[in-house]
Structure formats: structure tokens, C-alpha cells
């Protein structure tokens, strides 16, 4: 468990086409409730939820955003700062199917690559589908996503889509904290092992000319000609040069 003041967040965009239940989903998530009636959303909905994943305290912040092409100018923005997405279609609605990489475009030229989920909603709906089993299984691994049958109405595997993105973005939290502990261990093993006749505790520094000196030896450095590059010729200065 992370310290009490620090609040894990995690901000979700759902997003597809319209009338696949992108709104319905989060109502379910959040409130436990399912409206019959469709109400297209103007722009974007919000809503949030605290759950408790893997001994951490999570606060998941749902973003509802129209599907309708009229509101892309505004739903874009909202994707920007996401951690993590939904890409809904219906069973019974085949272009909403044909639209999930067009959707999967649109969110990661806004935020890069995040963790997703496919969605195949309305499952209930299952003798009206309009999509083979073999293709959205097909859809998702070409998009290498995991992938969800979900029926809003009959409560199926929601809470299990909005659980899995927030274990895979915790996954990234960890791994994340671990390389920067990591980090500063290895440049200093690097820097500890450069010569494996130092002992790093004494501050040697070893010079070009092979010779070592004493971090604290406030003695004149002497520069001697390298024989190797002289090939053994002379010294063409008769006198030393030292570096004060």
C-alpha cells in the first residue's frame, strides 16, 4: 500500500460509435442502475468511482464521450490526460463494429499508446447480432486487445472491463517506480566499476596518461608524451610542459 496522502486516479474514456451503450455502462458502473431509454449525449458525461484493487485505494474517472462525428472537435480534448479506454460497439449494430480501429486512431493521436479494452456490447441481444464470434475475437487480436462481452442491462462483465484497466495501469505504476529506483544503482555500479583495480572508497581518478592520483594529492600533474602515438620518436620540445 502507497502512503495515505497519495491518491491514486486514473481517468477512463469510453468511446465508439452511437447507441452502443457507452453511457449506460458507466451509469451501471457508478450507480448501479440501467436506463432503458437512449439519451444521446451532448459532448461529454463524467462520473467517478472509488474501488479497491490489489490493496490500493483507486479513484477511476469515467468519461462519457459523444459518438456522433458533429462532436469530435469537443470529445477530442477530453481524451487528452488519459490513462486508459474503452472502444465499445453493439452486436446488433455492424458499423459501430467497423468503426473500433477508426475510434483506437482517434484516441492514441491525442494521447499515444494507453491500455484498451474492446467491448462487445449488448450481448442479451445475442439471435439479433450482426457480427460473428470469429470476427470480433479476429478484430481483437489483430489490435493485440483484450476483449469483453458485456451486457449492460443484464449486468455482465462490466465491473470485470473497468477492473481489468485499472490493474494493467497499476501494473505500469509499479514498473514505472521500480526503473527509477533502479536507475541511479546502475550509474553509480557504472561508475564504481570502470576499473576493476580501484577501490572506489580511495577517489582515484585515472588520467589518459595511465597514471592514478589521489582525489586530495593537490600535487602538479606531469604530462608525458604517449610512446604509442609517437611510435617511440623523440620528444621534439626539450622542455616539460606541467599543468599548474
Not at 467497423?98 to 494507453?114: F, M, N, Q, T
Not at 561508475?191 to 577501490?199: A, G, T, V
Request: net charge negative; proline share 2%.
Amino acid at each position: 500500500m502507497r502512503e495515505e496522502e497519495v491518491e491514486i486516479a486514473i481517468k477512463v474514456v469510453v468511446v465508439g460509435n452511437g447507441a452502443v451503450g457507452k453511457s449506460s455502462m458507466i451509469q451501471r458502473y457508478c450507480k448501479g442502475i440501467f436506463t432503458k431509454d437512449y439519451k444521446k449525449t451532448i459532448g461529454v458525461d463524467f462520473l467517478e468511482r472509488q474501488i479497491e484493487v490489489n490493496n490500493e485505494e483507486v479513484r477511476l474517472m469515467l468519461w462519457d464521450t459523444a459518438g456522433q462525428e458533429e462532436f469530435d472537435a469537443i470529445t477530442k480534448a477530453y481524451y487528452r490526460g488519459a490513462q486508459a479506454c474503452v472502444l465499445a460497439f453493439s452486436v446488433v449494430d455492424r458499423d459501430s463494429f467497423e468503426a473500433i480501429e477508426s475510434w483506437k486512431r482517434k484516441v492514441e493521436a491525442e494521447v499515444g499508446e494507453i491500455s484498451m479494452v474492446i467491448v462487445q456490447n449488448k450481448i442479451d441481444m445475442i439471435d439479433e447480432a450482426l457480427i460473428q464470434p470469429e470476427e470480433a475475437e479476429a478484430l481483437a487480436k489483430k489490435l493485440r486487445l483484450r476483449f469483453y462481452n458485456t451486457s449492460v442491462k443484464e449486468n455482465i462483465n462490466v465491473d470485470e472491463v473497468f477492473r481489468y484497466l485499472t490493474e494493467k495501469y497499476l501494473e505500469k505504476l509499479n514498473s514505472d517506480e521500480e526503473e527509477e529506483h533502479i536507475s541511479p544503482q546502475i550509474g553509480s555500479d557504472l561508475i564504481n566499476s570502470e576499473s576493476p583495480h580501484l577501490n572506489p572508497k580511495e577517489n582515484h581518478y585515472r588520467h589518459k596518461n595511465g597514471k592514478h592520483r589521489n582525489k586530495n594529492d593537490d600535487s602538479t600533474i606531469t604530462l608525458q608524451p604517449n610512446k604509442r602515438r609517437t611510435k617511440g620518436r623523440k620528444n621534439m620540445f626539450t622542455s616539460r610542459c606541467s599543468l599548474l
